[in-house]
């Protein structure tokens, strides 16, 4: 009904995962970064960058992102995901594009109009 | 969770502060007819500022991350939100092989 059974091969992972827990566990990485990226674009576009500069000032803010979404999950994983990747990794190619659309809007506003 | 919108809001309000002095120190080079180089330096304290509140708010109001082991205590009893007169505990019966296609001998 609530939980449902999910096997796997790998002896050290464990036979039983709350699926939905997993599952939810999912939303708060998403808000996190969408939300991290439009605050980077505006952030970007205040300060001027332009061209490569802005991409790099992008993947600090997901490293910081990353980093304290690892440091939410007690730096545990296993606890809350299925793999590290979940935690590091999802969501960054996603955001990127929000990232670019603010970055854009908020240049404008700030340096051209 | 109140506190965390609070600080997004402040580091909100912060980044907004920024970007109107840095509009108008545009402004002011303009008539000044100098490069623009870099917002003023206290812009760039408030946008470093305002990006490190954020970054805290946007980790910390989103929800807790719920435990996926089974064994957890927090993973103990899973009962409907509604009614609590039916209530499913989590064992480890649910590991054991089931025949689905046993019939009941009556």
Redesign the interface.
């Known amino acids: 009904?609530?939980?449902q059974?999910k096997r796997s091969d790998t002896s050290d992972f464990?036979?039983?995962?709350?699926?939905d827990?997993?599952q939810?566990?999912m939303?708060?990485i998403y808000?996190?970064r969408t939300?991290?990226s439009i605050?980077?674009g505006?952030?970007a576009g205040?300060?001027?960058f332009t061209g490569f500069t802005g991409f790099v000032f992008y993947f600090v803010?997901m490293l910081?992102?990353s980093f304290?979404?690892a440091?939410?999950?007690k730096f545990s994983a296993?606890?809350?995901?299925?793999s590290w990747n979940r935690v590091l990794l999802d969501g960054i190619l996603g955001g990127l594009m929000s990232f670019v659309l603010f970055w854009t809007f908020?240049y404008d506003?700030?340096?051209i109009f | 969770m109140g506190l965390g919108f609070v600080v997004g809001i402040i580091?909100g309000f912060l980044?907004a502060h920024?970007?109107f002095s840095?509009?108008q120190y545009?402004g002011e080079l303009k008539i000044m007819e100098e490069q623009?180089t870099?917002?003023p330096f206290n812009?760039?304290i408030e946008?470093l500022v305002?990006?490190g509140l954020?970054?805290?708010a946007?980790?910390a109001v989103?929800?807790?991350?719920?435990?996926?082991?089974?064994h957890?205590d927090e993973?103990r009893v899973?009962s409907?939100p509604a009614n609590l007169d039916f209530m499913?505990f989590?064992h480890r019966g649910?590991?054991l092989p089931s025949n689905p296609d046993l019939k009941l001998k009556i």
């Open positions: 009904m609530a939980t059974d464990p036979e039983i995962v709350n699926t827990n997993l939810s566990n939303k708060p808000y996190s939300f991290l605050i980077g505006v952030i205040i300060w001027g803010v910081a992102a304290g979404l440091a939410k999950a296993d606890s809350y995901f299925d908020a506003i700030v340096h | 580091g980044i920024a970007a840095t509009i545009r623009f870099g917002p812009a760039v946008l305002g990006l954020c970054l805290w946007g980790l989103p929800t807790k991350f719920l435990s996926i082991l089974p957890s993973n899973v409907l499913v989590n649910k590991v």
